[in-house]
């Protein structure tokens, strides 16, 4: 299984920026799909998952009614939507798979098995 994540640059302050994390190989049983940032000199951390059949959704408590993850299945792709960025903002993001059934998509990185390169999300003041 492979991650391709796209989308990140360099945008000022109350702008948007729209992520996409595209999955291939045998990415059949990747039942969730998340994301998760990093910050210079930070842990990384959670920022957002879905579960692929349900639709299921789970945000970090800093971007809920700013970011939207969603997917399409058919074409093994998820996308982070970011509205009203922030400086605080600025990170690397990574997008993860899971083979998790659980009925809530996982939070924690150790839940997931695959990770993507990153890509990074610059916002100016």
């Known amino acids: 299984v492979q991650l391709q994540a796209s989308g990140g640059g360099l945008v000022q302050a109350g702008g948007s920026l729209r992520l996409s994390c595209n999955a291939s190989?045998?990415?059949?049983?990747?039942?969730?799909m998340g994301w998760f940032r990093q910050a210079p000199g930070k842990d990384r951390e959670f920022v957002a998952t879905?579960?692929?059949?349900?639709?299921?959704?789970s945000y970090t408590d800093s971007v809920k009614g700013r970011y939207t993850i969603s997917r399409e299945n058919a074409k093994n792709t998820v996308y982070l939507q970011m509205n009203s960025l922030k400086p605080e903002d600025t990170a690397v993001y990574y997008c993860?798979?899971?083979?998790?059934?659980?009925?809530?998509?996982?939070?924690?990185?150790?839940?997931?098995?695959?990770w993507g390169q990153g890509t990074l999300v610059t916002v100016s003041s």
């Open positions: 879905i579960a692929r059949v349900t639709g299921t959704t």
């Open positions: 993860a798979a899971s083979g998790s059934v659980a009925p809530t998509p996982p939070i924690t990185s150790y839940s997931y098995n695959y």
């Open positions: 190989g045998r990415s059949s049983r990747l039942y969730v």
